[in-house]
Nanobody, 124 residues
Framework: QVQLVESGGGLVQPGESLRLSCAAS????????IGWFRQAPGKEREGVSC???????YYADSVKGRFTISRDNAKNTVYLQMNSLKPEDTAVYYC??????????????????WGQGTQVTVSS
């Protein structure tokens, strides 16, 4: 059974940083791409970033140059380092796997699993 647990969210001021973690279990972690998504109040969930099993990465234009995704296969964990945070980054952030797309976008597979989410609030 796939389990994904996000952590690391919080309240920060514009320009500050956060690092989110997604701890995974219940599947062969090394084999799968993992994605980060976010959902702001009143908006649809959107793909933010993803990383493939071989370490290739994708970023949405809105976060490119500010966010960095990485994975530690020894710890079954994916990270999202978020720098230069903006108020428009405020959202609940979710990790998910498996993915149907990671490269020209990021989409969860029809049978994919979500974590419970972690709240990120950027406000002065």
């Amino acid at each position: 059974q796939v389990q994904l647990v996000e952590s690391g969210g919080g309240l920060v001021q514009p320009g500050e940083s956060l690092r989110l973690s997604c701890a995974a279990s219940g599947f062969t972690f090394d084999y799968y791409a993992i994605g980060w998504f976010r959902q702001a109040p009143g908006k649809e969930r959107e793909g933010v970033s993803c990383i493939t099993s071989d370490g290739s990465t994708y970023y949405a234009d809105s976060v490119k140059g500010r966010f960095t995704i990485s994975r530690d296969n020894a710890k079954n964990t994916v990270y999202l380092q978020m720098n230069s945070l903006k108020p428009e980054d405020t959202a609940v952030y979710y990790c998910a796997t498996p993915l149907s797309v990671c490269g020209v976008g990021v989409q969860i597979h029809d049978f994919g699993s979500w974590g419970q989410g972690t709240q990120v609030t950027v406000s002065s």
